[in-house]
């Protein structure tokens, strides 16, 4: 077919095909052959796409995400985002591996053959992502080692623990041994000397980059840099005067975290290139940083390009602006229906806890300050407070008149009991209680609440769905969205999994919450990497000391 | 050392250090630790390197070539080539492979663990070129999967039979499936629909582009464009308008065949560097073209750049016009006296012949047009010339008077006592004959001769020698040059390699030969894989027909 002795399966006609390699549009046809390009040229085919007028790039291919935080499974999010142009993805499963395990990473793995939607992982390094965190147990080297034999998982995920890396620790060292040079990283705010250590070690990407400098630097150091425009943290404005600095080289989009509102309301990838276009990149350098430039990263021959041998993923847009494909042929053909996957009965009962009353999450106090975790409007670093609790019965009491909450999380992968306990300020709740599974990295059960009880109740009530969104007010359920798959996701259609969300949102805002995501940002205050003070299941972490603190500011 | 809190091994200080990621000349010291580079900032070291005023760069990368062309043992090419910025290269074994099989390889990959010089192979696609050669034996699939084990054995070698990959031959899919997407190219001339079907096969890269327009389809069809400077082909100035026009992206230099005399003369890869400098090329550019892009191309990610985490093969410059090193760090230390390598005797006894005599050049012949080799100026193609040999006592005879000469190809391998016999144009000896076993790609014999005994002589003075080249007059030796290893090599020091090769082209002259490169151009005429009318030990091809055809016009 591609010396066109033979008619082609299809043939994209009369399109402006980009080329990622010279930045040209060709006048050309595209001949596609079993799935993949067989030529650009003149050709003719049993089926012809007319594409006159309009513009013929290759799918879009996300460098660096998690499948979990759409909260969809692998169908319905393929059904999400490959009408948005996404044909390709780069996931670290490292929420499903805190809760199911290597276990889990292949039940996904498994799954994602059944979709059209190309997904490739990376082993995740950092399970737990510190000594602080319960998962249901760690992931070891040889679990690592293991992954890594899939041909689905391709390098070693974002190696968020930065710290031991540039302090040479001989554990994370033995990961990054496994994966040669093939490791993303995570390195936020790292510069100097510790960059070129961290960069010395053999990881050779970052999605942490908040500035052009720190992109810069890191671009120096022979590191790729992968524009991140998540639904929390959105760098990708920050970072495009890299792409005017030195050309779209070695750089990459990715979503990293999104929400399915999100998705649904913006776009994914797709809405990366349109917003670095609006903002004045050219439409050639957006394209090859979501085509080519992800899949030279990653290794991925024969995605990316429109070109002889690569896969026929291809997208035709009637403009350079929205982006927005009008047709999207996954090797080769149009996306038709994609059955829904089966779910086995074992990722569902993931929630294992003892039973939990009123009086767990009392706190005996004496009276004094007590540390209080401040939520940063925006940002997923946190403020580490101090305030005294009003003190009853000799317990230390939540005082919503002061914007002063309890917090816990309560371990849940195997039933151990352990809870632990604090306060936190900037939800701004005046009753009930808030709940969820999603508690990165863990995954326990983060609960934050104005009442005792209300946060029982919600934590039961967690156990009782198998994981998920719960809100409660008075010992009654407001509003929940049940996450059965691992607490993480649901197996339900997006528009249910949004209303669902929403109508949590809405419940909340009934509680007095006033924090613009609240469920985003509480899914964060157990993830013991980032700073300043968070808390676990263990307690309390001084993220900058990185140790455990006691709640009270005066013990020791 | 990385984080400063030690003393690095050696820092590089004060120059003006190149980044091949961003194109910037950085003010930085350069760490080194172990061999690699292990930052760059400002350090202190137990050693340190003033390069005040200096450009500090990476090494050169050789993207394609073949270390039997040298004529040296692999040592003396190290001797020849570091100090002049070559810290590694690419190199396809396949000559010494038609002479000494796999078995040949293996020794050479592990001659290369004693120098250096970083030696990586790729698997020779193409023994023999075709199947009018005869090479000790063939090299089929099971012995390329085996060679492509070894780890400095990275791909698949240029696959010469584009004929047969864009035909569809399955025993051409069948090598390109062992190395997936890394396999070299070579499609001289190959356009269109052609070139579409050999990339398509997953071939990624060609370094026979003669013309801008050819690499620019080459580019847009997904392939790499590997710029070659040989001692006869020489592209770089035709091809250097493709980095004008799209940047030096996807291309990289190679020297694929270069004569001792020639590196001697001219240099390597750093006289690629200076010829595109000196051709209005930026300094960064062609860097770039000569460090980072063939390691991106090969997947060499220690290679090619000085960043942290990569070998620290450092050459600092005087000035960036003539990239003359003064000084080269290959894995951090200077270079300094590379010990003589072992050459075993086996790979030295490979001349195997029956006796020959003067009527085995003899020609039976009535009389009529016999076909005869045209030889091209400066060029490895050939015209298909006609011409009627005088003849005596039954035979067709030479006739130095109308430049008409015999040619013969000996079968050295296996005793089989197969010659094959023709005419050749071109020369002008009007007297003896020369004799070489540089003759690609089989390297059996080649002789061409004014005189059937001096042709007989030469052959058996060849076989004397165990290879080599000769220069025979009235029976009597006039010059040689013994290459006793596979009767490709030298094992003598450079000086005396060229002396020899230098006494042989005056011998030659003394015959009176006029052509400008005699032996080189010889060792082409028994390649029938290029047009147009070639000869090997089976007799003439007819390269564009591509089979073999009788010496007289008019038989059949």
């Known amino acids: 077919m591609a010396r066109g002795d033979e008619l082609a399966d299809v043939v994209i006609q009369g399109g402006q095909v980009f080329s990622v390699f010279t930045r040209e549009w060709l006048e050309t046809d595209v001949a596609i052959c079993d799935g993949y390009v067989a030529g650009l040229g003149e050709y003719a085919g049993r089926e012809v796409i007319h594409a006159e007028g309009k513009h013929v790039v290759p799918g879009f291919v996300d460098a660096h995400m998690h499948l979990e935080s759409s909260k969809l499974l692998v169908d319905e999010f393929a059904r999400l985002v490959l009408p948005l142009g996404t044909t390709a993805v780069v996931a670290d499963p490292h929420e499903i591996a805190n809760v199911l395990g290597t276990d889990g990473v292949h039940w996904l793995a498994d799954l994602c053959a059944q979709v059209p939607l190309d997904v490739f992982f990376m082993a995740s390094s950092c399970v737990p992502a510190s000594a602080f965190e319960s998962p249901r147990r760690p992931l070891n080297p040889g679990d690592l080692e293991g992954l890594l034999r899939r041909r689905r998982v391709i390098g070693l995920a974002e190696m968020m623990n930065f710290p031991g890396v540039i302090a040479g620790d001989p554990h994370e060292l033995e990961k990054l041994a496994l994966a040669a040079t093939h490791v993303d990283g995570h390195a936020p705010g790292v510069l100097g000397k510790d960059l070129q250590a961290y960069a010395a070690a053999g990881i050779r990407s970052d999605h942490e980059c908040f500035t052009a400098e720190e992109g810069r630097e890191r671009l120096r150091a022979g590191m790729w840099v992968l524009i991140r425009e998540a639904s929390a943290a959105r760098n990708l404005a920050a970072l495009l005067p890299l792409v005017e600095e030195f050309g779209p080289h070695r750089l990459a989009f990715c979503t990293d975290d999104r929400e399915p509102e999100h998705i649904a309301e913006e776009g994914h990838v ?287």
């Not at 009123?358 to 403020?383: H, K, M, S, Y």
């Not at 197996?491 to 949102?505: H, M, N, R, T």
């Not at 003070?533 to 990185?546: A, E, Y």
């Open 270 to 556: 797709n809405s990366m290139v349109r917003e670095a276009v609006a903002l004045g990149t050219s439409p050639e350098d957006a394209l090859v940083m979501a085509t080519l430039n992800p899949c030279l990263w990653h290794g991925l021959t024969r995605l990316g390009a429109l070109a002889p041998g690569y896969q026929a993923d291809v997208l035709v847009l009637p403009d350079l602006e929205r982006f927005e494909p009008e047709l999207v042929l996954k090797a080769g053909k149009p996306v038709e229906e994609i059955a829904r996957v089966e779910v086995p009965e074992w990722v569902k009962s993931t929630v294992n806890i003892e039973p939990v009353a009123v009086n767990d999450f009392q706190i005996p106090w004496e009276g004094g300050a007590a540390r209080v975790i401040g939520l940063v409007e925006g940002q997923i670093v946190t403020e580490a407070l101090e305030d005294e609790p009003p003190v009853e019965n000799g317990s230390a009491e939540p005082d919503p008149a002061r914007d002063l909450l309890k917090i816990a999380v309560v371990e849940r992968h195997l039933s151990s009991g352990r809870i632990g306990l604090g306060f936190v300020r900037g939800f701004g709740l005046e009753k009930g209680a808030m709940a969820s599974t999603i508690a990165h990295d863990a995954h326990n059960i983060v609960v934050v609440g104005a009442d005792d009880g209300d946060m029982a109740r919600a934590v039961q009530r967690i156990a009782e769905i198998g994981g998920g969104i719960v809100v409660v007010e008075s010992r009654g359920v407001k509003a929940e969205l049940p996450l059965p798959v691992a607490g993480l996701l649901s197996d339900a259609p997006l528009a249910e999994v949004v209303a669902g969300s929403e109508a949590c949102v809405e419940a909340a805002r009934a509680l007095g919450c006033t924090y613009p995501s609240p469920f985003q940002t509480m899914a964060f205050l157990a993830l013991s990497v980032i700073p300043a003070l968070k808390i676990t299941d263990r307690g309390l972490v001084d993220v900058d000391r990185f140790e455990l603190v006691p709640l009270a500011v005066d013990s020791q």
